[in-house]
């Protein structure tokens, strides 16, 4: 990856800071790197707002300078406000290689007046086609509103303003893989999708719209982050780095063993039922064998 040459100085850094260093908050471009765009990538207002553009010559990302395994990664997203259909935003976890984990939140754009899709999606082992789409019950070009992972040994669950929409569960016992020793990086992006985005391709980007923007503020990452021999440093607990411990969850917050309780299922259940729109365990003709084994589990 093009940062690969300037990771090394920064976790000396982070190390030399302590604790401050994985609980992002601060200056935006401390935890986050534009990586392509030729510019069209941003970090304005003293660090504390980030946008991408696209326009007909190419779009933007960014990606996390942390690779985490398991944390609460939150961000507050405004998404290309008018005409935004064939555009899609990315917002993303995922390791690196083939048999990667990923964890996905895509907002497709629409034409005016018309709404996103959310969608989501969970790789494990290389392994995707879980897609669950939904609309939103806000317009998320008009303000800011906060999408969030919590990513912990049990859980993979989205939130949207704190509110669960999904919660893909270690269903490891019956077979089920579960993305748990691979570290993912974040990683954001604005793209020209009109091939397939809005209305399955019909509607195409208007480019007479262009630059298109999203926005982005207020990342938090509570997460344990990857450092140096396949260890990693969660919350306070910087004082272990160096020592040879194993991955654990010393210092990690109260998320490591957070679950939905019974308010939060029926919240999430609520918006399922209202907002969903796709889900890959009512889709019986895309699987010849059968559903997946988690379908029957949730
Ligand atoms: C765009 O709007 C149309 C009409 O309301 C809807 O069918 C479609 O799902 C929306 N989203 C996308 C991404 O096409």
């Not at 859980?155 to 999904?166: A, G, N, S, T």
Request: aromatic share 12%.
């Amino acid at each position: 990856m093009a940062t690969s040459s300037r990771r090394v100085p920064l976790l000396l850094l982070c190390l030399g800071v302590l604790v401050s260093c994985s609980f992002a908050a601060g200056s935006l471009d401390q935890e986050l790197d534009i990586t392509w765009g030729d510019g069209r990538g941003k970090v304005l207002d003293n660090g504390r707002l980030l946008t991408l553009s696209l326009d007909r010559t190419s779009g933007s990302g960014f990606q996390s300078r942390h690779e985490y395994l398991f944390g609460k990664i939150d961000m507050q997203l405004r998404l290309v406000p008018g005409n935004s259909a064939g555009t899609v935003t990315a917002y993303y976890l995922s390791s690196q290689g083939g048999a990667h984990d990923e964890i996905d939140f895509e907002f497709l754009g629409n034409v005016s007046g018309e709404p996103y899709t959310l969608h989501t999606n969970v790789f494990t082992r290389g392994q995707g086609q879980r897609e669950q789409q939904f609309r939103l019950w806000f317009d998320p070009t008009a303000d800011f509103h906060t999408y969030s992972i919590l990513w912990n040994p049990k859980h993979v669950i989205f939130m949207v303003d704190d509110m669960p929409i999904r919660d893909f569960r270690n269903l490891e016992s019956k077979g089920v893989a579960f993305p748990k020793s691979q570290p993912m990086r974040l990683y954001s992006s604005l793209w020209n999708a009109d091939d397939w985005a809005t209305q399955g391709g019909r509607v195409k980007t208007d480019w007479s719209h262009a630059p298109f923007s999203a926005s982005y503020r207020g990342f938090k990452a509570d997460a344990c982050v990857a450092v140096a021999g396949g260890r990693t440093r969660c919350g306070a607990t910087v004082g272990t780095e160096g020592t040879g411990a194993p991955a654990s969850a010393a210092g990690a917050g109260d998320w490591y063993n957070q679950e939905l309780d019974l308010t939060l299922q029926q919240r999430m259940r609520w918006v399922q039922r209202k907002y969903m729109i796709y889900n890959y365990c009512t889709d019986p003709k895309r699987y010849q064998q059968g559903l997946p084994a988690e379908c029957s589990m949730q």
